[in-house]
């Protein structure tokens, strides 16, 4: 039977075009069908998860199901009650298999777990801010239905972008007139081959061609400090170049795919190498997931921590809470050192920036600000992020530990 | 009590500046609100107005202006 990676090969894509078809001409008529929807999500779905993978599909079901009894039961139970324990454990609950899947490599000498499947930490994100929208009562109207095609829409199913529950509602339950859809066609079909260029030229070359060779170099050249050397260096480039091309590409599929089938799926990346900082970086770097966490845990922890005033000094809360922050975006990663010193490493550099802000803005006149010091930030800023990604990358784990 | 003096009190408290001037500016764009900013700014609103704002009903887009902030805080008063 066929099976593929989303976005993988060009019969995807052959397939792609061809099931979307009916469907964009359904909605420059101004017309949805749920069915033919669910149709070709199911088979697209099944291309992913069928066949050799079909573990992989069972343990989604099961994962789906397991979240809908959860997020139902919640959004039922809300209705009447409101109380602080039954909603942390419902939100402990959902993480739970993400969890066992995370950890479980970690323990079990690698292995990875058998209810893991592609893509279980992105849908992990959506089933928690349903829970977490449900108590604060912003989303009040859950719908099974809904939430099923929220957790399942394919484009964005194994990575993401992560959108969010009442704005995919929304564009969901509406189809747009035909001046904006048809705009949203030209900006989908311009996505799909900037990501073509991304994914299949850009991504290839730094990942496939050059970074393979660079890794032998660097593991050839051990023995000096820290066994660094300048294929090292040049590894740091090249495996930041395709970290990038690759997801960004991937991230250029999913949405530009989202606006064909009438959905304004959120950006995943806007520029990032141009950020004069690291703050900045993170509001364009893989977005989606830094404004999850922005929304669903620093926000969250800082709001509580200044409630129950734990920290006397509000600069203290913020410090503490970025460290907290990227560190669980590096336990999420996965529970290996390297994952780990790459979250404290950002949390760190988030609180550095955000002293550098507060001086600046105390000196305001006695600091130069011009053409060379705004490129200076950039260059710092983007090498800062590439050395971050040479940690992430685990070739520092090859070269000291293998 | 006055709404917009309150919450422009609050603003300028919050950031160090007097944001009367410039009513439609964009607060994050500037960098006088980031997300720390935001709650202490929503915590501010609950103890000086008595205005409840849940984290999830901070939808930035809505929040970014002090005009903006000011229609939303009598909105919800």
Known sequence: ?402 | MDIKATVLQILSDLTGNDVSGAMDDNLFDSGLLDSMGSVQLLLQLQSDLGINVPVSEFERSEWDTPNKIIAKAESLA
């Open chain 1, 1 to 402: 039977m066929l099976t593929f990676e989303p976005y993988g090969n060009p019969t995807y894509f052959a397939l792609l075009g061809v099931a979307l078809l009916p469907l964009m001409i359904g909605i420059l008529y101004g017309k949805r069908s749920r069915l033919y929807e669910t149709l070709i999500s199911i088979f697209f779905l099944v291309l992913t998860f069928g066949g050799p993978k079909w573990t992989q599909g069972v343990a989604l079901i099961i994962y789906i199901l397991y979240e809908v009894a959860l997020t139902w039961g919640y959004a039922v139970y809300r209705k009447q009650h409101n109380s602080g324990p039954v909603f942390f454990m419902t939100v402990i609950l959902s993480i739970l298999p993400l969890t066992i899947v995370k950890v479980t490599p970690a323990v079990a000498n690698g292995q990875s777990s058998l209810i893991g499947f592609l893509g279980v930490s992105y849908l992990s994100f959506r089933a928690v801010q349903t829970i977490m929208e449900t108590r604060d009562g912003t989303l009040k109207d859950y719908q099974v239905m809904t939430f099923l095609q929220f957790m399942l829409f394919f484009p964005t199913i194994s990575s993401g972008p992560i959108d969010r529950y009442r704005r995919f509602e929304a564009d969901y339950r509406s189809v747009p007139d035909r001046d904006k859809y048809l705009g949203m066609i030209q900006k989908g079909v311009r996505y799909i081959f900037v990501g073509f260029l991304y994914k299949f030229i850009l991504a290839y070359y730094f990942g496939t061609i050059l970074m393979p060779k660079l890794q032998i170099m660097a593991m050839n050249s051990r023995g000096g400090f820290m066994d660094l050397s300048w294929p090292v260096v040049g590894y740091m480039y090249c495996y930041s170049a395709d970290l990038f091309f690759d997801f960004a590409g991937y991230s250029l599929f999913a949405v530009g795919t989202s606006y064909l089938m009438g959905i304004e799926t959120p950006m995943n990346f806007n520029q990032p190498w141009r950020s004069p900082n690291i703050k900045d970086f993170w509001n364009r770097w893989h977005i989606t997931l830094s404004f999850w966490f922005r929304d669903f845990i620093y926000m969250r922890l800082v709001f509580w921590f200044m409630k129950h005033r734990v920290f006397k000094k509000p600069t203290t809360t913020a410090n503490v809470t970025y460290i907290i922050n990227m560190l669980v975006m590096g336990f999420w990663h996965g529970v290996t050192w390297y994952y780990i010193t790459y979250g404290l490493f950002h949390g760190v550099a988030l609180v550095i920036n955000d002293a550098w802000l507060r001086y600046k803005k105390k000196h305001r006149q006695s600091i130069p600000h011009n053409g060379f010091t705004q490129v200076f930030a950039i260059f710092l800023t983007a090498n800062m992020v590439c050395f971050s990604f040479l940690i992430f990358s685990g070739l520092l784990d090859k070269l000291w530990f293998h």
